[in-house]
């Protein structure tokens, strides 16, 4: 009851302030003409008149009374600019929304919703060659309440200005026209600011953050330019409740909880470019990366297997019809140093076919001992526009990747109290020749092509190969009773993998009446290929923490300890329905059916393992809008992901998939055309988790399937402009996760690496005029609160409160910043994997970058 308390008082604080905020929201020119205003607020009296319907008459009456007459179109011509003006029956307004106006191929296009078409002949409204680079402007009827507004261009996109007007408002139709003094950082996905409206990963579609019923947050590429980052983990640290489990930096694989639950390089929670990736997050740099798109909770309906924490889009950079051509430079603390180029543009006159090719050599140390990585990346990729429906993209990517391995701290003299003092901060458990060699190769296509102005389709493929080679890698396994005393081992193992993944979709949208659809429906053919993973260990000579003694013999030779090559194959379809029943009330219905088949051969003790399954993953979700910048919605969700290879039952049984099922509402606010903030409340459960079993007369090595953990939270995040040049984006989460069900563990021990409360806050501001135009300057704070350094609840890692900064100059084509991070060097632990293996921090840094575009 205080739950749904809360969430009441908070919907009505967030839709009577967007209310408050209405008045003086337009602006006028010199001229008195009204300009551009995107998703304009309604003042209070517009409010009162258009207030929800509270019974079904009155919901139709309104609907009815809603739809707007398009009675008239004109087109304005100039040399540089056409007007294109819809006029309406006795002047009412239209509902025009520019965030939803968008680009396709060469046309831009703006649907407006409650309007049909009254022309006096009786036809669709076209005009042809108004300019010398536009084809065509079209108005004519979508379907029974929508009409679509279409310009397109020649052979690219107009360059000329269009403005759409209705009684006294414009609108600017070009992607990039609404602020021409701006300086626009061109990188392909046509987004700009800390505010990205639309995304792709929780619908597989274009739809707008406010119509999804899901918490989903986007890291845009403004973002990763002023944070100057070159690591997924840094930039999540942009999202609330999300901490590493694995260190920033010093090793080549990332590793998440969000939302209490764990996501790394070995879960199935990464896409790139929506494709599932299993290993996505090794050796990933952001070189070629645009933007992330993080969506929280299950998303097993349209991507299959995963945990239920949430998932990681990594969208890619797509080539660029005009040419663009980037060089920078960084070095930094800790021989820190980075060359990265950015070239693309058209091969042929007709550029019907593109190119980019993003590549970064980045070479770095540690605040640890003889830690390093190297690291060198290489995408290609090239798009042919086959057809004026047809584009095929052909994309590469290499990743090489050397590394000294980074093995952590112990607890006992960093986090806990040590009677032999404090370990140094750059006290280094592993041997200065722990050497880590990766590389992770891709290879595939996307082929898209439309039916119709509704239909179209979507072919993806993708190939990954990784090759993984461990040389005397240490790893910490315990702590003498000395406290001094590190007792170790080494390996020597290679990890080879191929993964193919294969998806097709088709994509419609049609309407029932007055109820209009989109639809996805969907074929996925995955296939993991571990074919060769063998793990010889030995013991390694121990080391003193405190006078480390490094290049001594081992303790014993390596004896194999893991032989087990494994094949999993996964198909799986899907649909889903993106149903608008009105303007303001939205649906969101799908079902996955997923069918897996896993097999092992364990050449140590010479024996088959073979586990099936089948899973069912349905999501529903309502999006209801009272007024047009406020979002209220309530979502359920469900996810699976299948059993390791690894779990044997004593009774040979086949074990379930693991199950994640949530429960989530929230409220989303467009405080603005460029600010938004999202408030969600989840309930999430995972359950079939793997356990000990610990029954009387079972031997050791044997699981059960009685595992269950929950987890419960808040979450509330902010970005966009608060105005001109001050961007800002925040976030403060509150989670509550839990073991309810376990063999060994306690019940109600808290998830480990999952902190109750997390806060984080990057702003920046950029003086607009004057001799100091370009200057700008970037602050962050971020916390992460106390958490549990394992399942058991033996330890704690202590909160820590980070503070960064930066300064950056740009001026025409030229950029240069440097930037601050642990500005005030504070001593923290940024995660630990077990009671010897905690990971410290990196200390204060500079990092200074300098870029040049031609």
């Known amino acids: 009851m205080r739950f749904l308390l809360l969430f009441q008082s908070v919907c009505l604080a967030l839709i009577t302030a967007p209310i408050a905020l209405a ?240 996501t790394s390089d070995f879960s199935n929670n990464v896409l790139r470019d929506g494709l599932q990736d299993p290993r996505g997050l090794s050796a990933t740099r952001l070189t070629n990366i645009e933007r992330i798109e993080l969506l929280r909770g299950p998303a097993s309906v349209l991507f299959g297997s995963g945990n239920p924490g949430a998932t990681i889009n990594l969208i890619t950079k797509k080539p660029l019809s005009d040419p663009f051509y980037e060089i920078s430079a960084s070095v930094g603390s800790y021989d820190f140093y980075q060359g990265a180029i950015d070239l693309s543009g058209p091969l042929n006159d007709s550029k019907s076919v ?191 923490l405190f006078n480390p003694v490094y290049g001594r013999s081992p303790l014993s030779p390596k004896v194999p300890t893991f032989d087990r090559p494994a094949l999993t194959d996964s198909l799986g379809v899907y649909i889903q329905d993106q149903v608008e029943l009105a303007e303001n009330l939205k649906l969101l219905l799908g079902v996955r059916f997923d069918t897996f088949k896993q097999t092992a051969n364990d050449r140590i003790a010479n024996r088959e393992l073979d586990n099936s399954g089948d899973a069912f993953s349905p999501r529903v979700g309502i999006v209801y809008q009272p007024v047009p910048p406020i979002s209220l919605y309530a979502s359920y969700s469900r996810s699976f992901t299948p059993p390791s290879v690894t779990a044997i039952a004593f009774d040979g049984g086949i074990f379930q998939p693991e199950r994640g099922e949530q429960y989530e509402v929230g409220v989303k606010a467009d405080l603005s055309n460029r600010l938004s903030a999202t408030l969600a409340f989840y309930d999430l459960t995972r359950s079939n988790v793997l356990a000990t079993d610990n029954r009387l007369g079972i031997p050791p090595g044997f699981s059960i399937q009685t595992g269950e953990q929950r987890s419960r939270g808040i979450e509330l995040n902010l970005a966009g402009e608060i105005l001109p040049g001050w961007n800002i984006i925040a976030g403060y989460s509150y989670n509550d996760a839990r073991i309810t069900k376990d063999t060994t563990l306690a019940i109600d021990n808290r998830l480990n690496n999952a902190p109750e409360n997390t806060f984080n806050l990057w702003t920046t501001y950029e003086i607009q005029q004057g001799a100091l135009q370009g200057l700008e300057f970037g602050l962050g704070f971020f916390f992460v609160g106390e958490r549990q350094g394992d399942l058991a609840n033996t330890f704690q890692v202590p909160s820590y409160f980070r503070t960064d900064a930066s300064i950056s100059y740009k001026r025409g084509q030229f950029r240069a910043a440097l930037n601050f991070r642990n500005l005030f060097d504070v001593e923290y632990f940024e995660s630990a994997l077990s009671r010897v293996r905690l990971y410290p921090g990196d200390p204060f840094t500079v990092q200074a970058t300098v870029g040049w575009q031609f």
């Open 23 to 262: 008045e003086g929201d337009s602006t006028t020119s010199d001229d008195n003409s009204v300009l551009p205003v995107v998703s304009a607020v309604p003042n209070t009296a517009a409010f009162r008149d258009n207030r929800p319907a509270t019974t079904v008459k009155e919901w139709l009456a309104q609907m009815e009374a809603a739809i707007v007459r398009v009675t008239n179109v004109k087109v304005d011509r100039t040399d540089t600019s056409i007007d294109i003006t819809l006029e309406t029956a006795e002047g009412k307004p239209l509902q025009v929304d520019a965030t939803k106006f968008r680009s396709e191929g060469n046309s831009l296009i703006a649907d407006i919703p409650n309007a049909v078409l009254a022309l006096p002949t009786g036809q669709a409204f076209t005009a042809e060659n108004p300019t010398a680079d536009i084809a065509t402007v079209q108005v004519s009827q979508l379907d029974a309440a929508n009409i679509r507004v279409s310009v397109t261009g020649n052979t690219a996109l107009p360059k000329t200005e269009v403005t759409l007007k209705t009684g006294d408002l414009a609108y600017s139709l070009n992607p990039e026209a609404e602020e021409p003094d701006e300086e626009i950082v061109v990188t392909g996905e046509g987004q700009r600011g800390y505010r990205v409206p639309n995304a792709s990963t929780a619908t597989k579609t274009d739809t707008p953050l406010r119509d999804i019923p899901q918490s989903i947050q986007v890291i845009p590429q403004e973002v990763l330019r002023d944070q100057n980052i070159t690591r997924v983990e840094d930039a999540l640290r942009n999202v609330s409740g999300v901490t590493p489990t694995i260190p920033s930096g010093s090793t080549p694989f990332s590793g998440y909880t969000i939302r209490g639950f764990t």
């Open 354 to 544: 593109l190119y980019r090719l993003n590549a970064s050599y980045s070479d770095a140390g540690s605040s640890r001992d003889f830690v390093g990585i190297r690291n060198i990346v290489v995408v290609p990729v090239l798009s042919w526009a086959i057809s004026k429906s047809t584009n095929l993209t052909l994309q590469g990517e290499f990743n090489d990747v050397d590394n000294v391995y980074e093995a952590g701290q112990p607890a006992v003299g960093t986090v806990l109290p040590n009677p032999n003092g404090r370990i140094a901060r750059n006290f280094y458990a592993g041997e200065p020749n722990s050497k880590f060699y990766l590389s992770v190769s891709r290879v595939g296509y996307r082929l898209d092509h439309s039916f119709s102005e509704n239909w179209s389709l979507r072919n993806a493929f993708q190939a990954t190969l990784y090759r993984e080679f461990r040389s005397n890698t240490i790893f910490p396994t315990s702590l003498a009773s000395n406290n001094r005393t590190l007792n170790r081992t080494y390996q020597d193992s290679p990890y080879e993998e191929n993964s193919y993944n294969f998806i097709t979709d088709i994509i419609g949208k049609f309407s029932t009446g007055s109820v209009n659809h989109q639809l996805v429906f969907g074929v996925n053919l995955n296939r993991i290929d571990l074919f060769n993973f063998t793990r010889p260990t030995g013991t390694a000579a121990p080391l003193d």
